[in-house]
């Protein structure tokens, strides 16, 4: 290995692996050198029907394990063809070709990764007859369980005892049950997982995945298979410089044990970004050796459940440090829930233990929306009306203009008006309209536990406009040990071990105010910053600085 905190791997297509002479991949990997520092390379045999013949991979296996590369395989589940070119796992001849597929490919190889075409979209009349009266997803959830045991893990162990077989999953996490994506199921039955973290452009791409996602879902799988989530793995499609060294910073901070830069014949192609991944992981790596393993608010995912899609990776983006679990995260101190954890039908009983407990929990007002008929009035009534209002005028705390805390947005924001009992509920953050005022963030006590209720933007996006003020107010509610003091745009990632990063994914030069929760601190560079940490204030139970950030950059450090 290169480095000493993760491994770097890259993967070479079957079309390029059949088609490319040795000299050409010869040429490509002393080009690919010079730029990046790669450990690994994972070779698909099979590709929307490119199969590539057995000598041919063994010359290229060679190829890469004399210029000092670990080599594994690769199987891409597509068909050439229209939608994506996802097989139809109904078909008999295509069950029968992937079991083929994939006993070659373990016979070649002691590791085989699925890249993550491996869904199914089909909605052919041996599908739509397959599926009878139940929906999509549970069908096809059905279906790609029976593929992953009695396709491709029956016919791969059979062919190599040995194997280690590996399923990516792919970036889009909010769907894949309606495609048959089986997180709770498939991950106990492979041997370990592998994670999309590649959010590209986040704004003119249709997927429309926020930046925080690169961290966020490797979170989630690594608490889905502790342990064993392998790798992530991200690429340069529609990717400027900044998001595609962006989705690389996030997936080392999620702490991936591989960073998989898919793919090898583009490191070649481009080797502006292969150097800016390079130039990175050399800069990172002594970085990444320091931090200890990602703690945060706790927030819960449950399987197959999109609620507010996305929402959690929005907030991610406002200093909020997340930790995601697929189940109820019962004995974390504050507990911050989206619509999603709805799809747990027993939520609201969890919840009023957690309130019993004494602990915090942050719901949305789109969660208490979906626990309007299921009890979560019995906890603390309110209503989200289905009336909006739209300002840039918001007040952070209890008694607004008593002590002038009144601030301003960078845009008008529209969001749904709640509407609660006077002093039954405390107004921490409310949001003005003309001779009238709307509940932004509400607080009610339950036993000894605080449940708030946070009013979430009809566009989630807007939540980046929201005042630095109302944020921190919202920050200083959830008990870390560090939090920032300014706007949106800025992420926190906080590690058990007194070390923490904050991330600009903004695109113009910041300065962030850290607050750390104790008197007498001190901060410790982990990278070169442009300007040493300033001390801003201190206090009883406070030591706070000023941090200066690049657009899009980060600073680490510890604190002593
Ligand atoms: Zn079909």
């Known amino acids: 290995m290169h480095y000493k905190s993760f491994r770097n791997a890259t993967y070479a297509p079957a079309a390029y692996v059949k088609e490319s002479s040795l000299e050409k991949i010869k040429a490509d990997i002393e080009k690919v050198g010079k730029y990046v520092k790669l450990d690994k390379i994972y070779l698909e045999t099979y590709r929307s029907s490119v199969t590539v013949e057995r000598e041919k991979m063994e010359a290229v296996k060679k190829l890469f394990t004399d210029s000092g590369y670990q080599v594994s395989g690769g199987i891409t589940t597509t068909v050439a063809g229209p939608l994506m070119g996802s097989m139809c796992f109904t078909d008999p001849e295509n069950r029968k070709k992937l079991g083929e597929v994939v006993a070659l490919t373990a016979e070649l190889f002691d590791e085989v990764i699925l890249d993550d075409f491996y869904f199914t979209n089909c909605r052919c009349e041996a599908c739509i007859k397959a599926k009878g009266e139940r929906d999509w997803a549970t069908f096809r959830l059905a279906l790609m369980q029976d593929i992953s045991e009695n396709v491709i893990l029956k016919n791969a162990k059979a062919a190599n005892p040995n194997v280690h077989m590996i ?4 970036n889009w996490y909010e769907s894949f049950q309606a495609c048959g994506y089986n997180t709770e199921e498939e991950p106990p039955v492979f041997d370990s997982i592998y994670t999309g973290t590649e959010t590209r452009d986040p704004h003119y791409t249709h997927q429309n995945l926020p930046r925080y996602l690169s961290y966020f879902l490797p979170r989630w799988m690594e608490h889905i298979k502790p342990g064993k989530n392998g790798g992530g793995w991200y690429d340069l499609f529609e990717c400027d410089l900044e998001d595609y060294v962006q989705q690389a910073y996030l997936t080392v901070f999620a702490k991936c044990r591989e960073n998989m830069l898919f793919c090898f014949p583009l490191l070649a192609r481009f080797p502006l970004y292969t150097a800016a991944a390079g130039a990175f992981y050399d800069e990172i790596d002594p970085v990444a050796a320091q931090l200890g393993e990602p703690v945060g608010v706790a927030c819960y995912k449950p399987f197959h459940s999109p609620g507010e899609r996305h929402l959690y990776d929005f907030v991610g983006m406002l200093g909020i440090p997340l930790e995601p679990y697929p189940a109820y995260p019962a004995d974390a101190p504050v507990v911050f829930l989206t619509a999603d954890a709805a799809w747990d039908g027993d939520l609201v009983g969890k919840i009023k233990k957690s309130l019993l407990a004494g602990k915090k929990v942050i719901i949305t007002s789109g969660l208490y929306s979906a626990l309007a008929e299921k009890g979560i009035r019995e906890i603390l009534p309110l209503d989200v009306t289905n009336r909006k209002v739209t300002s840039d005028i918001f007040t952070n705390n209890g008694f607004g203009q008593n002590s002038h805390a009144i601030s301003k947005a960078a845009a008008p924001i529209t969001m749904p008006r709640v509407t609660y009992n006077t002093n039954d509920f405390w107004v921490m953050s409310a949001v003005l309209t003309p001779h009238d005022s709307h509940p932004l963030l509400l607080r009610g006590s339950y036993g ?9 933007p009809e566009t989630f996006a807007d939540l980046y406009n929201l005042p630095a003020e ?15 003091e300014c706007g949106g745009k800025i992420g926190l990632f906080l590690y058990d071990n007194d070390t923490f990063i904050v991330q600009s994914f903004a695109k113009l030069p910041e300065e962030v105010t850290v607050r750390i929760n104790r008197s007498g601190a001190t ?3 982990l990278n070169d910053t442009l300007r040493l940490p300033q001390k801003a204030r201190s206090g009883d139970e406070e030591s706070v600085f000023t941090v200066s950030l690049l657009p899009g950059h980060y600073a680490a450090f510890k604190v002593n």
């Open 470 to 484: 109302t944020l921190t107010l919202l920050r200083g509610e959830l008990e870390l040990p560090v939090t920032i």
């Open 167 to 170: 399923i990516k999953f792919p």
């Open 523 to 525: 901060l410790t560079p």
């Open 448 to 456: 000894e536990g605080w449940l708030y209720v946070l009013t979430v």
